[in-house]
């Protein structure tokens, strides 16, 4: 049976054809070293194979950046009930006594320090499969589909450059790499396409949510609305 799936796939791809194409839309999640929406536009391509009839397998990649303004302290807080699960979240007297006690801060400095602004640039690269599946709806060229899959997220932020700051006020005791994590993930898509006859070229609008299976449960889901074109072969 499993030799016999195999063959009907590689018939299908064959003789199918495969389509190219890109997209672009919006990106909804969080930076999740800052806590703060990474909300923006996102672009990316997309190959997919036509396998049987109503079927198709489709590899993309989508890329989205964003940035935030952030206080020292607000900075502070996430990280260390990221690293460390103390959370001070409002509780600016308890942070400072941390500071003082745990890593050594010069009590002069902190309250100046902490709360200076700072810039902090998020970037998300998704690769993922999907497999999609139309729902035929009659003879017009509009097909909507349903698919579900799964991939990573690449996600990269240089709010850890603040450490260099902490890394001055303690004397160089804190030592930290820039938060870059790979998140497996698995997602649901739903959308429509509208496939044209006789002509090589479709177009489609789309949902997709990512629930991420990350062991460390840091980054919430994320949502991308968007639009693209496959031209085919």
Known sequence: MKKILILLLVCGLATAGMKIGGRLGYYGGDDPRTGQSASSAVFGGQLTFPLLGLVDLEISGSYASSESDITMEQ??????????????????????????????????????????????????????????????????????????GGGVHLLFSDADILMQVVNEETGGNLSIDAYDHVHPGIHGVIGLAFEPPMIPISFFGEYKYTKPIASDQDVDGISMFYAGVNLGF
């Open 75 to 148: 900075y502070l807080v996430s990280y260390i009930s990221d690293e460390y699960g103390q959370n001070y979240q409002g509780d600016t007297t308890g942070l400072y006594q941390y500071l003082e006690d745990e890593w050594g801060w010069s009590p002069d400095s902190i309250s100046t320090q902490l709360l200076n602004d700072y810039t902090a640039t998020f970037h998300d690269i998704d690769l993922g499969a999907t497999m999609k599946i139309k729902i035929p709806i009659g003879v017009i060229p509009l097909k909507p589909y349903i698919g579900a």
